[in-house]
RNA sequence: GGUGGCGUGGCCGAGUGGCUUAGGCAAGGGCCUGCAAAGCCCUGUACGCGGGUUCGAUUCCCGCCGCCACCUCCA
């Protein structure tokens, strides 16, 4: 298509598909247009740094789409009932839990955590979703998807709810590569006397005479709530359509929730590749971290601010590792990226100051070598190398290294665009300490050396760290 | 127990059958500095263990050890 422009480097765009199971060129159903479907968080508690690596490595697959031309529409949802505490069907819905557990109402949770996951998605740098559907806003959307599976013979209604009945899609087990035989004579035990399969998922959980629950709705079978998967089917047909290009989540999701989402749609739609190209991006090992989520002190955006780290260290930390590989979480490792993505911003920041015309001739060879690294499926960390290397290639004139670094920083979104030099600007700004880097010039003109070094001490102690230069002196704050 | 993946120099983490010592952080040395900090330059020949295939393996195959994920809540 004409109206194609991509980056250099990003003509030849080639993803994993876990479909598939293998890498292959990306081909938009309706280019320029591109729908990305991201599974969104459930949200009942506080969202991790594991959850956030989900909405990072999606945030890149979509800047990247967008350099290579195309037109992205980004759908991401809030699950806000009908996830349960078990994928086995059983269990309580996983906010009702949290609002009996707490004596807030489920209302009241999903926003907090809502908000909570928004925040904490712009501190990593992720750009702010087209559309973000929440489930509870979709209630007759779902049921009437239902309502076509049941006319379709796909469904049967049991005490507990109405359920899929996996035999009626031959291409069931194909998603995942599932075994449904190992799944009936496994020994787990089966919560759900009434299902034909184990692999059997509710469409629609019935509510028990007797019970009011704070989140139900009337429907054909009676009073209850969606079963988890059939939201995103849903949902991401209504802003998506019928046939989608890209469908992220994290591994965990594609042998139960995914492979329950494509025989949904595939059955009410009648379309085979319901979406072009599934993602999963591999787990954050945060080790025994997240056992304790129950405590409270569960790894969260806020845990790396309080630390005196930059959240988009995290963004950058989670760029050095393969989406598609486990990467294993430790301090001393986002420390070393904080001190990495600093000292890169400020190169970025000295860049900038210095000005000047940037010589394409010079800096196209890194934009492409760039750009075709994360083609080649998202290949973040060698990317970052060739940053890197840009960075400190002295045939590179700052001007050069300050375009280089702003178009690099479309897919990063680490801040390089924006980068200042240190208290060059308003926001860095403050007369006290000017004043006293000024007392401090003067007592080293004096030769005063006591009189500096105790001042320069003093600013140690708050935060600012001095930098004296061969052109003059300034100074930054150092850490958060 | 089953299935899949991983095990790279102090740490995180790329990669390949024999040119690339990927890259970052840390460490050591140097430049700069009144001294520092910041910045810059230089430095370490690593690929779990034991076999096998091969002219040659970190990269291919087998076994072993260890770790992780999923199968059971999790992005």
């Not at 996996?166 to 998603?175: D, G, L, Q």
């Not at 496994?186 to 509510?207: Q, V, Y």
């Amino acid at each position: 298509m004409s109206t194609i422009r991509p980056t250099p480097g990003l003509e030849d765009l080639r993803l994993y598909d876990s479909r598939t199971r293998r890498v292959q060129p990306f081909v938009p159903l309706a280019p320029p247009r591109v729908g990305i479907y991201s599974c969104g968080p459930t949200v009942y508690a506080p969202q991790h740094l594991g959850n956030m690596r989900s909405q990072v490595i999606p945030d890149l697959l979509r800047r990247v789409i967008t350099a290579a031309g195309y037109e992205v529409t980004y759908v991401t949802n809030i699950t806000d009932v009908g996830h349960l505490v078990s994928d086995a069907d059983d269990g309580d819905d996983k906010l009702e839990r949290a609002a009996a557990a707490t004596g807030r109402s489920a209302a009241e949770i999903a926003e907090h955590f809502t908000e909570q996951w928004a925040t904490d998605r712009r501190r990593l740098g992720c750009q702010e979703p087209d559309i973000v559907p929440r489930a509870a806003s979709h209630i007759p959307e779902q049921i009437a998807m239902v309502e076509i599976l049941q006319a379709q013979g796909h469904t049967y209604v049991v005490d507990d709810g109405v359920y899929f009945d996996v035999s009626t899609f031959p291409r069931y087990a194909e998603f995942a590569g599932l075994d449904l035989d190992e799944m009936t004579t496994s020994g787990r035990i089966e919560h759900i006397e009434a299902k034909r399969h184990p692999a059997d998922f509710a469409l629609w959980k019935l509510t028990p005479p007797g019970v009011v629950r704070q989140q139900e709705w009337d429907s054909p079978w009676g009073r209850g709530f969606p079963g988890w998967h059939i939201e995103c089917s849903t949902m991401a047909t209504k802003y998506l359509g019928e046939r989608f290009d890209i469908h992220t989540g994290g591994v965990d999701h594609q042998r139960v929730h995914h492979t329950n989402e494509v025989a949904q749609s595939e059955c009410v739609l009648d379309v085979h590749p319901w979406v072009g190209t599934w993602m999963h991006n591999e787990f954050l090992d945060l080790g025994g971290a997240k056992i304790s989520k129950s405590k409270g002190d569960v790894l969260v955006v806020d845990t790396i601010v309080e630390r005196g780290l930059d959240p988009l260290a995290f963004r950058y930390f989670t760029f050095q590792a393969h989406y598609r590989q486990q990467q294993a979480f430790s301090w001393e490792a986002m420390e070393a990226a904080n001190t990495a993505l600093r000292r890169l911003v400020g190169h970025a920041a000295v860049a900038r100051a210095a000005g000047g015309m940037s010589n394409p001739a010079a800096v196209d060879p890194y934009r492409r070598r760039f750009w075709s690294a994360l083609a080649d499926d998202l290949k973040a960390p060698q990317a970052l190398a060739v940053v890197w290397e840009a960075v400190r290639d002295p045939g590179l004139s700052s001007a050069d290294t300050w375009a280089f670094l702003t178009d690099a920083d479309r897919a990063l979104g680490l801040g390089l665009a924006d980068a200042v030099a240190p208290n060059a600007d308003e926001r860095g700004s403050d007369p006290r300490i000017d004043g006293l880097v000024a007392q401090r010039q003067a007592a080293r003109a004096a030769k005063d050396f006591a009189t500096s070094d105790r001042l320069r001490d003093a600013l140690s102690a708050e935060g600012i760290e001095i930098l004296d230069t061969p052109t003059g002196t300034t100074w930054r704050r150092s850490g958060g």
